[in-house]
Each structure stands twice: as C-alpha cells, then as structure tokens.
C-alpha cells in the first residue's frame, strides 16, 4: 500500500495534516532528486590535474591504537607494503594506553622493521594519541591510519599529485569496507562505495568537509601552524576539514587511493558509530557556522546545508 493511499483511507486524518504530509513528501523527494542531480553534475566535471613533475613527499604514517591486539599487525603490514621509497616514509604506532597485548605486538613490529617506530602513552583518546604521534613525526606528510584499517598498495603514491598544488593541506583517500560479510556489512559496502562518488564530486568543487580517519593525508606545516587535532572533539577528522575549509585552503581527493576499512557487525555498535558521527557533525555545524555563507562557495550554500537537511 502506498502512503497516498494510505492517507484517502485514513479518515482520522483532517484534510490539512495530508496536505502537511504531502508537502513534506513532496519536498523530500525534490531534494533528493536535486541533491543527486547536483552531485552527479560536480562529479562529471572534469578538472585538468596539475601537469608539474610530481615531488615524493617524506611521510609520517600515524596508527594510533587502543586494544587493537587483532588487527594491529595486518594494518602495519599492508603499510611496509606500499610502493613508496622505503627511505621516504616511516610508520609511528602509538599505543593509547591499550589494556591487551598491543604495546607487545607494537614493540615487536619496531624491532623487526627498521622505518617502524613504536611510543605507548597514557589513555587519552585518538585525537591525543595522533597529536604525540605528529610531535615525534619527521615527515613533511601526516597520515592518519585506524589501526583497523588495510591500505593497497599504490594508495600513498596517488596522493602526492595533488600537492603540488600549494593550497592543498589534505588529501582524502577512497574508503571502502573490508571482505563485507551478512547484509548489514553488505549495505555499508554500498554506502561507502556511494561515499567515493560522492567525495569526488566534493572535491571538484572544494567542498570537502571529512577527511576520513583511514589514511587522509596533510601537511605537517597545518599542525604546526594552526594546531592540532581538536582533543576534545568526538569527529576529529570533520573537525580538522572544517578547519581547513575555514581557513580558505583547499582539501583534494584521491579516487585511486584506496583503504580497506572493517565496518561494524552487529546493529549496536553502528548505530552507536553513526550517533557518534551525526552528533559530531552537527556540533562541528556549530562550531564553523561562519562557513554557512556565500563566501565559501558551493560548500557554504549547498553542499554543508543538504548535509543537515539529510541528517
């Protein structure tokens, strides 16, 4: 039974609720078709990429870890994997305070490998953990990397294209879901296969608002110049695009950079990620509201305000 015909049925509805009720129908599916439309146009518009030789760039790959004996292993694996110069990029773990064998398992893969370097510190959450790890970083590049998270192979090397452009201060991978299993998994494969088109459609038109936690990349000249990760922030990553974006610098995407990311299993822990999300953005909505304006473009009048519509 469709709702239309649902509302003729219903007689305990006064003829001015179903006119309320189509409104709102009606106004949701325009949205819907204009949001797609837009997204689909940005995402087709093709930008020429820059034709300069391109720098490899030394990184700073940070994992930060708590309680991630099961996973730590194959992450750092799949990052002495890349192919980037040895010589041009080192691995720091930091281990928050983890209450398993992380710290052991961190130790053991710093004295095997000679560009991995292992630091444990108090509880202090993610944002913490990635601020120690960018004070002991090296590299000219910052990544971020869940501990949770796989990286391909190429995925470094695509990224440093995009800065040779100066204005860029991050460039965002494209994230997809691990060996997808049952279909809550299965339908965030699609979700996050959506969030790739969606990114790049982003990007053409600077509009970038998260820089996801598996992977995205920035210049280590941002943190020293304009801080760190936000501490007491429950979306870290939005909040430091949000800065970036605020700051009238430039966030790029890497399509062809791809992480593998392993998504909850069970309806718990997603609906408890995505509260965590929806609450973060709204609060960082808040705290970057100036960025609601013409003066930002695409991303201050349409894109951030279907953003909140969505939610």
């Known amino acids: 039974m469709s709702i239309f015909t649902y509302l003729r049925e219903n007689k305990s509805l006064t003829q001015n609720k179903m006119d309320i009720i189509r409104i709102l129908m009606y106004f949701s599916i325009f949205i819907g078709l204009f949001t797609v439309a837009y997204y689909l146009l940005s995402f087709l518009e093709r930008k020429k990429e820059s034709s300069r030789r391109t720098k490899l760039l030394t990184c700073s790959i940070i994992i930060p870890a708590y309680n991630e004996e099961e996973t730590l292993n194959k992450t750092v694996q799949s990052v002495l994997k890349l192919n980037y110069p040895k010589d041009k990029y080192e691995v720091?773990?930091?281990?928050?305070?983890?209450?398993?064998?992380?710290?052991?398992i961190a130790k053991e893969l710093e004295k095997k490998y000679g560009n991995v370097r292992a630091f444990t510190k108090k509880n202090g959450g993610k944002g913490s953990a990635l601020n120690f790890g960018i004070r002991k970083a090296k590299g000219e590049i910052i990544l971020s990397l869940d501990a949770d998270s796989m990286v391909t192979e190429n995925a470094l090397l695509y990224m440093m294209p995009y800065f040779s452009d100066p204005k860029v201060m991050s460039v965002a991978p494209a994230l997809k879901v691990y060996k997808p299993k049952g279909i809550l998994q299965r339908v965030q494969a699609i979700e996050y296969d959506l969030g790739i088109?969606?990114?790049?459609?982003?990007s053409n038109l600077n509009a970038i608002h998260v820089t996801p936690g598996p992977f995205s990349a920035y210049r280590k000249e941002f943190f020293l110049k304009y801080g760190g990760y936000d501490e007491h922030n429950i979306t870290e990553d939005m909040e430091i695009a949000m800065r970036i974006q605020s700051l009238n610098y430039k966030i790029a995407n890497s399509p062809n950079s791809l992480v593998y990311t392993i998504a909850p299993k069970k309806f718990k822990e997603l609906t408890k990620q995505r509260r965590r999300w929806y609450f973060g953005m709204l609060y960082n909505f808040e705290k970057y509201r100036k960025i609601f304006s013409?003066?930002?473009?695409?991303?201050?009048?349409?894109?951030?305000?279907?953003?909140?519509i969505h939610i």
């Open 92 to 104: 720091i773990i930091v281990d928050d305070g983890s209450k398993d064998k992380t710290w052991k």
């Open 294 to 308: 013409k003066k930002y473009g695409e991303l201050g009048i349409v894109i951030l305000p279907l953003s909140l």
């Open 197 to 202: 088109f969606l990114r790049k459609a982003f």
